[in-house]
Nanobody, 117 residues
Framework: QVQLVESGGGSVQVGGSLTLSCAYSGYIASWCSMGWFRQAPGKDRERVAV???????DYTESVKGRFTISKGNAKNTLLLQMNSLRPEDTAMYYCAACRTRSSFQYWGQGTQVTVSS
């Protein structure tokens, strides 16, 4: 059974940094895409960053140059380094694994990020 557990969220001031971590267990194929999503109150879920099996990455326009998705040095860990945080980055952040035709197969429970001015 695959499980994803996010950590690292919190409250930070504008311009600050946070690193989100997603620890996953169970079998996830090496070619599976993994990603970070976020959802702010009253808004649709938004894809933030994706990393595919060969290491290629893709980011939503608003976070390019500020966020970095990577596989952690620790086994079975996905990271999201977030710099120059803005109030509009405030949201619940979710880790996801194994992209399907319409979504991702596995999801974590989320970790809250709050950016205040």
């Amino acid at each position: 059974q695959v499980q994803l557990v996010e950590s690292g969220g919190g409250s930070v001031q504008v311009g600050g940094s946070l690193t989100l971590s997603c620890a996953y267990s169970g079998y996830i194929a090496s070619w599976c895409s993994m990603g970070w999503f976020r959802q702010a109150p009253g808004k649709d879920r938004e894809r933030v960053a994706v990393i595919v099996g060969d290491g290629a990455t893709d980011y939503t326009e608003s976070v390019k140059g500020r966020f970095t998705i990577s596989k952690g040095n620790a086994k079975n860990t996905l990271l999201l380094q977030m710099n120059s945080l803005r109030p509009e980055d405030t949201a619940m952040y979710y880790c996801a694994a194994c992209r399907t035709r319409s979504s991702f197969q596995y999801w974590g429970q989320g970790t809250q990020v709050t950016v205040s001015s």
